[in-house]
Antibody, heavy 122, light 109 residues
């Protein structure tokens, strides 16, 4: 059974940092690209970032480029999102997601974790 | 402002057939597969359709989808109360990102 378990969310002041983690199980982690997707409560889905199986290809939404960094550790079956210079508008649920068929980011996810909540407020 | 355009709401009575549209452009729907997700409030999105018209195992055949040009649609036949949820379309965009629709809230009357 595929499982994605996020952690690291919480409350932080504007300008602060958080590091989200996601531990994967139930599939061969280094066979697939992975993505982070966020959702403001009550609003729609927004793609944040994606990474290839080996980490050599990374993409970011314009809204987070230069502030967020995606990475992965295939030995630990883990995906990360380092979030710096956080803004109020980054407040959202952050979902760790798995791409369905490719080792490089090239398609929407086929499986989602339960999400971790990030609140940026003074 | 979402990259893909969906109607904000849809509704139907039990047993009816409802469709939800999703409009994009040549850089996303026009050149890539469309995915559809169902999200019950308070839970994570769940994949309903992949590669424009394929259902994962476990998804009832009441759910079907199609794509034409830069638009796609999701159809739900034999509507049930448990289908009440938010539905999102998505597609890879050639700008190297995932494009999502704004979501459609389906109400079963």
């Amino acid at each position: 059974e595929v499982q994605l378990v996020e952690s690291g969310g919480g409350s932080v002041q504007p300008g602060g940092s958080l590091r989200l983690s996601c531990v994967a199980s139930g599939f061969t982690f280094d066979d697939y690209a992975m993505h982070w997707v966020r959702q403001v409560p009550g609003k729609g889905l927004e793609w944040v970032s994606g990474i290839s199986w080996i980490g050599d290809r990374r993409g970011y939404a314009d809204s987070v480029r230069g502030r967020f960094t995606i990475s992965r550790d295939n030995d630990k079956n883990s995906l990360y999102l380092q979030m710096n210079s956080l803004r109020v508008e980054d407040t959202a649920f952050y979902y760790c997601t798995k791409e369905g068929y490719s080792a490089s980011p090239s398609a929407p996810p086929d499986f989602w974790g339960q999400g971790t909540r990030v609140t940026v407020s003074s | 402002q979402s990259v893909l355009t969906q109607p904000p709401s849809a509704s139907g009575t039990p047993g009816q057939r409802v469709t939800i549209s999703c409009s994009g452009s040549s850089s996303n729907i026009g050149s890539n597969y469309v995915y559809w997700y169902q999200q019950v409030p308070g839970t994570a999105p769940k994949l309903l359709i992949y590669r424009s018209n394929q259902r994962p195992s476990g998804v009832p055949d009441r759910f079907s989808a199609s794509k034409s040009g830069t638009s796609a649609s999701l159809a739900i036949s034999g509507l049930r109360s448990e289908d009440e949820a938010d539905y999102y379309c998505a597609a890879w965009d050639d700008s190297l990102s995932v494009a999502f629709g704004g979501g459609t809230k389906l109400t079963v009357l």
